[in-house]
Nanobody
Framework: QGQLMESGGGLVQPGGSLRLSCAAS????????VDWYRQAPGKERELVARITGSFSTSYADFVKGRFTISRDSAKNTVDLQMNSLEPEDTAVYYC???????????????WGKGTLVTVSS
């Protein structure tokens, strides 16, 4: 059984940058798609970015050109570089992955506990 752990959140001024990191116990990130989600107060959780096992990336429109997702297979981590941060980016950011566990396609979902990002002057 693996776990995901986010780090790197904090308080930053508008226009600033933060780098979030998602680390895993066990090899649950290995070759699996990994997502960053976020949830702002009073809002639903939303997908921010995804990186596949083959390193393809995709982004929500509201972060395109500002955020970059990357993975380091040797370190078993997935990072989210966030630039040009805006107050609207304030949220708890979560790491997520889905691991297929058998040939029938059954899967286990993994979520971290989240890291808070606050963008404010």
């Amino acid at each position: 059984q693996g776990q995901l752990m986010e780090s790197g959140g904090g308080l930053v001024q508008p226009g600033g940058s933060l780098r979030l990191s998602c680390a895993a116990s066990g090899r649950i990130l290995n070759r699996n798609d990994v997502d960053w989600y976020r949830q702002a107060p009073g809002k639903e959780r939303e997908l921010v970015a995804r990186i596949t096992g083959s390193f393809s990336t995709s982004y929500a429109d509201f972060v395109k050109g500002r955020f970059t997702i990357s993975r380091d297979s040797a370190k078993n981590t997935v990072d989210l570089q966030m630039n040009s941060l805006e107050p609207e980016d304030t949220a708890v950011y979560y790491c997520h992955t889905r691991v297929v566990v058998n040939v029938e396609g059954a899967a286990v979902e993994y979520w971290g506990k989240g890291t808070l990002v606050t963008v404010s002057s």
